[in-house]
């Protein structure tokens, strides 16, 4: 799953999680830009978080709007306090830190890049270039990568050319080459 929002709402955030949580296999998230606020929670339901270089996080304390007058205002921050509990449920389950350690870190509205979300738990690796992981060289320009290239192609050619096997493991093919066109000389 590929995450890049700045959030939203944290109630949804928490049915994403939970869905994400009840999914029996591995959820493997990808963070490529941006996983801020109530999308931070959505990430840590990934079985793995991975993170490209540049990516971000962001963890703060829970907002709302509030209207009324002095018991309402009360009522809202005890919402406010409960709904910040839910997310560090995720964010604790995920990283391992202490209650006290995430909601400080939620207190001071904490952005991470990848290096850092994965010292304190809340990824587990930065994402890979799949193109350097390859083990095909992406350049290829040397005369002697060239030459064993070039020889490969013609053993390979001669060889289905007269039905015979493919060389064997470890054998040069400059070394099987001369030995096919022994064979196939005319006589």
């Known amino acids: 799953m590929w995450i890049n929002s700045p959030g939203g709402d944290c109630i949804a955030a928490s049915r994403i999680h939970a869905m994400l949580m009840d999914y029996p296999g591995a959820i493997t998230v990808k963070i490529d830009g941006i996983a801020a606020s109530a999308a931070s929670v959505i990430a840590m339901a990934g079985t793995r978080v991975l993170m490209a270089p540049t990516a971000l996080m962001m963890i703060h304390n829970p907002m709302t709007l509030a209207y009324g007058n002095h018991q309402d205002m009360q009522k809202a921050i005890g919402m406010l306090d409960e709904v910040k509990e839910s997310i560090v449920n995720a964010y604790e389950i995920k990283t391992g830190l202490t209650r006290a350690k995430i909601s400080h870190l939620m207190d001071n509205e904490t952005w991470m890049n990848?290096?850092?979300?994965?010292?304190?738990?809340?990824?587990?690796?930065?994402?890979?270039?799949?193109?350097?992981?390859?083990?095909?060289?992406?350049?290829?320009?040397?005369?002697?990568?060239?030459?064993?290239?070039?020889?490969?192609?013609?053993?390979?050619?001669?060889?289905?050319?007269?039905?015979?096997?493919?060389?064997?493991?470890?054998?040069?093919?400059?070394?099987?080459?001369?030995?096919?066109?022994?064979?196939i000389k005319p006589q």
Do not use: C, H, V, W
């Open 114 to 183: 990848a290096k850092k979300a994965i010292e304190l738990g809340f990824a587990d690796a930065i994402l890979e270039d799949a193109k350097k992981a390859s083990n095909e060289a992406s350049y290829a320009f040397s005369t002697r990568t060239s030459q064993l290239s070039l020889m490969n192609k013609i053993t390979e050619t001669y060889a289905s050319a007269e039905n015979q096997e493919p060389p064997e493991e470890g054998t040069t093919a400059l070394g099987e080459l001369e030995k096919r066109l022994n064979l």
